[in-house]
């Protein structure tokens, strides 16, 4: 047994030394897409808002984005669900096309005043230039797959700044209950390179402020867990909604580009007759707000519905920002029943409804601390856990596999056989 372990700490620093170089050109490469995205994404943002007619021309715009996808992207059009079904299941180099055709089109949805987000955007351009990489360097299939997790680690801490979820979100995404530690190291490095790289590039991202968490208490965490439970709920409601409305749309659409026509309109025309321009685009003043004063009870439920429409419609962006959006103002409206404060409620909602959705507690526990900072920790790991618990095992992302039940016992059994569909991760 000695002469077995004997050299590896020789290995593991070859490992170290190989996954470190290869990381660090990842995350330099998605770091610097992200930052052009974000450069490009405020310039759609406030010249969208300073000509409010461009929202009229939402049907043209996804008409044109959806001509596109359907004339040369076909092959990258399920997005991040394409990145995960070839990590656990390698066939085809990601093409490299994904990385600039969701960036315009993402762009374009924002510029017009979809409802939307930019995190499928990151990670896709992040995945979809790591596998380029993995194809110049000439990768095997298992580094292919650690080098794609690297990349969707990288895309997504780089379009936040939050580092340390990214690396976990990378590891956690692509399985319920079950991490690859594999991984851990080219997740961690290309994640911390991608968000130096994109800071670098001049790119501030926006401060979220808690000013007081209240000591744990059991008024306090009888709270978290409540607001947990409504967390959990909306955020599985969300998935389900999306994908509902998406089925929808391809069965009484034949012609795909004529989906986000349709979306386009409805969305145009609700924010033109509810004077609703807050449901455009990323929300974030009414997520900064929602941790200052109180909002508007149906705030969460107005965010909920323009996202649905937008992206179910073929409208790309991710569904990230709104589920902070949603989480948050969710948040601001349960803290008048609820003992913690509504900038606490605010941020465990902007984790939770995230958590819950996309089956992440851990990247969206640690996210919680890096953005709002650590007094918040003990009261956002009872929320996201329990949101996840609540949200069953379907989220916003569908390739996602389940590499253990939620739940303990039979029942947690009955619930992954009727969920998956078969659907499980291998061991």
């Known amino acids: 047994m000695k002469r077995l372990h004997a050299f590896e700490p020789v290995a593991a ?103 939307a987000g930019r995190e499928g955007t990151a990670v896709q351009m992040g995945g979809a230039l790591a596998d380029r990489v993995t194809q110049l360097v000439g990768l095997d299939r298992d580094a292919r797959r650690i080098m794609l997790m690297g990349g969707i680690a990288a895309g997504f801490s780089s379009v936040f700044g939050t580092p340390l979820a990214g690396a976990v979100f990378g590891l956690e995404v692509l399985a319920i209950g079950r991490l690859r530690y594999d991984a851990l190291f ?23 402020v808690v000013p007081f968490v209240p000591a744990p208490s059991a008024a306090g965490v009888a709270s978290a867990v409540a607001a947990g439970i409504a967390f959990g709920v909306v955020g599985r409601l969300f998935a389900a909604a999306t994908h509902g409305l998406a089925a929808l749309a391809k069965r009484r659409i034949a012609y795909p580009p ?7 309109a409805l ?52 569904e990230v920002t709104p589920l902070f959006y949603i989480g948050a103002t969710l948040g601001n409206a349960l803290s008048s029943l609820l003992a913690l404060p509504a900038p606490v409620l605010a941020g465990l909602g902007f984790v939770a409804v995230f958590a819950g959705a996309a089956n992440t507690p851990i990247a969206s526990t640690i996210m919680a601390i890096e953005l709002f900072g650590a007094p918040i920790g003990v009261y ?31 029942r947690g059994d009955v619930r992954v056989a009727k969920s998956a569909a078969g659907q499980t991760a291998p061991r």
């Open 267 to 318: 969305v145009a025309l609700a924010a033109t007759l509810l004077h609703a321009p807050q449901y455009l685009g990323l929300g974030i003043p009414t997520i900064e707000a929602a941790f200052r004063a109180p909002l508007p009870v149906y705030d969460f439920a107005g965010k909920f519905a323009f996202t649905v429409v937008t992206l179910a419609s073929g409208f790309k962006g991710g």
């Open 186 to 208: 080219a997740c961690v490095a290309a994640s911390i390179v991608a968000d130096a790289v994109c800071r670098l590039w001049g790119v501030h991202h926006t401060v979220y």
């Open 13 to 115: 620093l070859a490992h170290l030394c190989r996954w470190l170089a290869l990381s660090a050109v990842v995350g330099a490469l998605a770091g610097s897409a992200s930052a052009l995205f974000l450069w490009a994404l405020d310039l759609a943002t406030g010249t969208r808002i300073a000509h409010p007619w461009l929202l009229w021309l939402l049907p043209a715009a996804g008409f044109a984005t959806g001509w596109v996808y359907h004339r040369v992207g076909r092959s990258v059009e399920r997005g991040n669900n394409l990145l995960i079904d070839e990590i656990h299941d390698p066939r085809a180099i990601v093409p490299t096309r994904m990385a600039p055709l969701v960036l315009v089109a993402t762009v374009v949805t924002h510029l017009f005043g979809g409802s």
């Open 258 to 264: 004529l989906r986000p026509v349709a979306g386009g």
């Open 380 to 410: 956002a790991a009872l929320a996201c856990v329990v949101a996840y618990l609540f949200s069953g095992h379907a989220g916003i992302y569908r390739a996602q596999r389940i590499g253990h039940a939620k739940l303990p016992g039979p």
